[in-house]
C-alpha cells in the first residue's frame, strides 16, 4: 500500500492499480483499501488519464476517464460481495453514481444513475451505524432521480425521529422539508411546518 501510493505521488497510475489490487487480494475485509483504492481509480487516475497529454483528442482522454470509473464500479462491486455487513461501500457506490456515473451520461441529469445512487445510499442508510450525513444524502438523490415525494417521506421520516435520542441536523432536516412541501404544494393541514395565516 505504501508502494502505492509512491506510485500516485508520482503519478504512475498503472503501478499503483496493480498494487491496489494486490493488497485487496491480501486484505479483502479492508474497507479503507476498498474505499481508497476505488476513490484514486475513479477521482484520481481517471482524471489523470483524462487530462493526460499524450491523448490525441479530447473524447479519446473522456474515454480513458471513463473506463476508469468503470473499473471503479466493478472493484467497488467486489468489495460489497467481500463485506456485505457494513454500510461503507454501499455508501461509496452511491457516492461514486452520485459523483461521477452520473456525469458520464450524455443527457444531463442522468436519471438511472442517480437512481442507482439513491438505491446504494438508501442500503448504507439502513445500517444503524450509518452516520448522519449518510441518511441526509439519501432523500437528496431520491429528489436527482426525480422522485421528489419519496424524498420528502424520506425526510419527514427523519424528521419524526425522536430529537433527544437522536444526533442530527435538525436545521437541514427542517429547511429541506418546507422546501418540498412548498414545491409539492402540500396542503397547510398536512404539512409538518404549517404556514402561519397572516
Known amino acids: 500500500w505504501i508502494q502505492g501510493h509512491s506510485f500516485w505521488e508520482k503519478r504512475e497510475w498503472l503501478r ?3 498494487n491496489i489490487e494486490v493488497v ?3 486484505q479483502p ?3 479503507m483499501f476498498w474505499d481508497l483504492g476505488q476513490w484514486h481509480m475513479a477521482w484520481n487516475i481517471g482524471y489523470g488519464s483524462r487530462s493526460d497529454p499524450k491523448n490525441r483528442t479530447e473524447a479519446e482522454g473522456i ?43 450524455d443527457e444531463p441529469p442522468c436519471r438511472e444513475a442517480f437512481c442507482k445512487a439513491a438505491e446504494f445510499f ?8 450509518a452516520p448522519q450525513y449518510v441518511t441526509r444524502i439519501y432523500p437528496r438523490a431520491l429528489e436527482q432521480c426525480g422522485d421528489i415525494k419519496a424524498a420528502y417521506e424520506q425526510w419527514k421520516i427523519l424528521w ?3 430529537h433527544t435520542k437522536v444526533e442530527q441536523a435538525w436545521n437541514i432536516i427542517g429547511r429541506e422539508i418546507k422546501r418540498l412541501e412548498d414545491q409539492l404544494k402540500i396542503p397547510n393541514d398536512k404539512r409538518v411546518f404549517p404556514k402561519i395565516e397572516s
Open 29 to 31: 475485509q479492508s474497507v
Open 16 to 18: 499503483q492499480y496493480r
Open 24 to 26: 485487496v487480494t491480501l
Open 160 to 162: 419524526f425521529q425522536d
Open 63 to 105: 474515454k480513458r476517464e471513463r473506463e476508469w470509473h468503470e473499473k471503479a464500479r466493478v472493484f467497488l462491486e467486489r468489495g460489497i460481495e467481500n463485506i456485505p455487513n457494513r454500510y461503507d461501500l454501499y455508501f461509496f457506490m452511491g457516492w461514486l453514481y452520485y459523483g461521477k456515473l452520473s456525469k458520464d451520461c
Open 122 to 129: 438508501g442500503k448504507a442508510s439502513s445500517f444503524p451505524d
